[in-house]
């Protein structure tokens, strides 16, 4: 199975300023046949379902407001919030495709320094 | 606009069988697969397997042996059931629509299920 490890485990950011996650898997998740990575990040705010927001590894989810962006290849991803919001608090998620059992990160906590 | 509705028991005692479905309203249900996913309180999510229309499933190795997720296409629901829970199986469980599959776009409000004696 694919262990996907997020770090750090929290984080505290001033409004306006850029916050940082990244997501590493224990295996590649670039599929050779199309060259895309089967990585998604999800979004949780308390007492809700995750809700997705770029998947592919940086192809935005419909809606989702492009100060949300995600890079990286392979194992190694990020996901950037460019200007952080009062709404953008909450725990974020990422998570393989490449392979069943898909399998999530352990969730990085953003708040408002 | 899809809607996931979930529905079941949310208290259980230790070796019962916890079962719960959810109903996909206002979209196709056949273009898709369909996934549970739980999450003990304050932890991450797990992956518990996934259905399509026509009843091929895919099951967590993890929990294989106790899960079974069933389909009743024509009426658009899928149902999950897990056997001789214990108190780890606490969690909040959640239905999802897998698009490509496997990530996951659409959920249902969750359900709280708690095994206590």
């Known amino acids: 199975d694919i262990v996907m490890t997020q770090s750090p485990d929290s984080l505290a950011v001033s409004l306006g300023e850029r916050a940082t996650i990244n997501c590493k898997s224990s295996?590649?998740?670039?599929?050779?046949?199309?060259?895309?990575?089967?990585l998604a990040w999800y979004q949780q705010k308390p007492g809700q379902p995750p809700k997705l927001l770029i998947y592919?590894?940086?192809t935005r989810e419909s809606g989702v407001p492009d100060r949300f962006s995600g890079s990286g290849s392979a194992t190694d991803f990020t996901l950037t919030i460019s200007s952080l919001q009062a709404e953008d608090v909450a725990v974020y998620y990422c998570?393989?495709?490449?392979?069943?059992?898909?399998?999530f990160g352990g969730g990085t906590k953003v708040e408002i320094k | 606009q899809v809607q996931l509705q979930q529905w079941g028991a949310g208290l259980l005692k230790p070796s019962e069988t916890l079962s719960l479905t959810c109903g996909v309203y206002?979209?196709?249900?056949?273009?898709?697969?369909w996934s549970w996913i739980r999450q003990p309180p304050g932890k991450g999510l797990e992956w518990i397997g996934d259905?399509?229309?026509?009843?091929?499933?895919n099951y967590n190795p993890s929990l294989k042996s106790r899960v079974t997720i069933s389909v009743d296409t024509p009426e658009n629901q899928l149902s999950l059931r897990l056997s001789s829970v214990t108190a780890a199986d606490t969690a909040v469980y959640y239905c999802?629509?897998?698009?490509?599959?496997?990530?996951?776009?659409?959920w249902g409000q969750g359900t709280m299920v708690t095994v206590s004696s």
């Open positions: 999802s629509r897998g698009r490509s599959r496997y990530h996951f776009d659409i």
């Open positions: 206002g979209g196709s249900f056949s273009d898709y697969y």
């Open positions: 592919w590894a940086f």
């Open positions: 998570q393989q495709y490449y392979s069943a059992p898909v399998s």
């Open positions: 259905i399509n229309h026509s009843g091929s499933t």
């Open positions: 295996h590649s998740v670039l599929y050779s046949s199309n060259n895309k990575n089967s």
